[in-house]
């Protein structure tokens, strides 16, 4: 089951750590994907990165202003969002896929975890 979590409240120009912890899923075998979905809005891909191909994806949207890493040993990866502004408001979600290499963003992952709130406002 994967859990994301570490959203919150924060300021425009803030920063906040997103974790998605993933027991039973081996990273070496398994894509992590983050989404986020605003309200009134579709989802969408925001992040992936590929452990065993060292291959990560970023949306235009976000890229120079969010990070992802794993680490394996924790079965964990993260999403480092820097520079935050008020439309990266949403629920935040991870998702997983198996041997997939995240060429892209892939929006029929087949494992999905519970959402974590990020809001940015003054």
């Known amino acids: 089951q994967l859990q994301a979590s570490g959203g919150g409240l924060v300021q425009p120009g803030g920063s906040l750590r997103l974790s998605c912890t993933a027991p039973g899923f081996t990273l070496d075998n398994y894509a992590i994907g983050w989404f986020r979905q605003a309200p009134g809005k579709e989802r969408e891909g925001v992040s992936c990165?590929?452990?065993?191909?060292?291959?990560?994806w970023y949306a235009d949207s976000v890229k120079g202003r969010f990070t992802i890493s794993s680490d394996n040993a924790k079965n964990t990866v993260y999403l480092h969002l820097d520079g935050l502004r008020p439309d990266d408001t949403a629920v935040y979600y991870c998702?997983?896929?198996?041997?997939?290499?995240?060429?892209?963003?892939?929006?029929?992952?087949?494992?999905w975890g519970k959402g974590t709130q990020v809001t940015v406002s003054s």
């Open positions: 990165i590929s452990s065993s191909e060292g291959v990560t």
């Open positions: 998702a997983a896929e198996y041997q997939y290499y995240c060429p892209t963003i892939y929006y029929g992952m087949d494992h």
